[in-house]
């Protein structure tokens, strides 16, 4: 079946450092593969996606690339924020089915 | 943002005692899930829905039922509830047109003393 690994946290980092999370993935066929934050106390939000090999998927600074030959999906930003302290949830849905399969979420801290 | 609300946003129950949880969505989106978050698990599918009563089990459905009689509303129920089932439950939608992408409730704090 589907599964997500991702790094384990928590990670704390100073403000304006750069951040990678990593995340690999094992599926059949072509997933789709998701990043979404959850805030302290919200439920998770979509960050970005990215549907198909080699596709980059951006948002708010944040970045990741689907990485087949690797079966990877890193999350990246280059300059985080105090306001980027939440948790960080990688996920796929396999190809033809509409299940999202996640990891165990990485907490991020930053700090000022 | 997505139009789900949750209900109740926190419930503390007895063992043994029937509990529902809703989702209600503004959307009209066709698909919707079920997931209950724990630490260390992250999230975990319990049910989902593909239409109004359609549904199917997701990876953690022993426990728990589901109804989908409206469009906008899915009902998350346990039967007897157990410690174990003690949880954080999200709703979540799909929309029609770009059904991979999910949005998810601001979530239910369930406690099962």
């Known amino acids: 079946g589907n599964s997500v690994t991702q790094m384990e946290g928590p990670v704390t980092l100073s403000e304006e450092a750069f951040l990678t999370i990593n995340c690999t993935y094992t599926a059949t066929g072509y997933p789709s593969l998701f990043w979404y934050v959850q805030y302290p106390g919200e439920g998770l939000q979509l960050l970005l996606k990215?549907?198909?090999?080699?596709d980059k998927g951006s948002n708010k600074g944040f970045e990741a690339t689907y990485r087949k030959e690797t079966t990877s999906f890193h999350l990246e930003k280059g300059s985080v924020q105090v306001s980027d302290s939440a948790v960080y949830f990688c996920?796929?849905?396999?190809?033809?089915?509409?299940?999202?399969?996640f990891g165990k979420g990485t907490k991020l801290s930053v700090i000022p | 943002d997505a139009g789900i609300t949750q209900s109740p946003r926190h419930k503390v129950t007895e063992t043994g005692t029937p509990v529902t949880l809703r989702c209600h969505q503004t959307?009209?989106?066709?698909?919707m899930y079920w997931y209950r978050q724990d630490p260390g698990h992250g999230l975990r599918l319990i049910h989902y829905s593909y239409g109004v009563k359609d549904t199917d089990k997701g990876e953690v459905s022993d426990g728990y039922s589901v109804s989908r009689s409206k469009t906008e509303d899915f009902l998350l129920t346990l039967e007897s509830a157990t410690s174990s089932q003690t949880s954080v439950y999200f709703c979540a939608i799909s929309a029609t047109d770009s059904a991979y992408e999910q949005y998810f409730g601001p979530g239910t704090r369930l406690t099962v003393t």
């Open positions: 996920a796929l849905t396999g190809a033809g089915s509409y299940q999202l399969t």
């Open positions: 990215a549907t198909k090999a080699d």
């Open positions: 959307e009209n989106h066709r698909y």
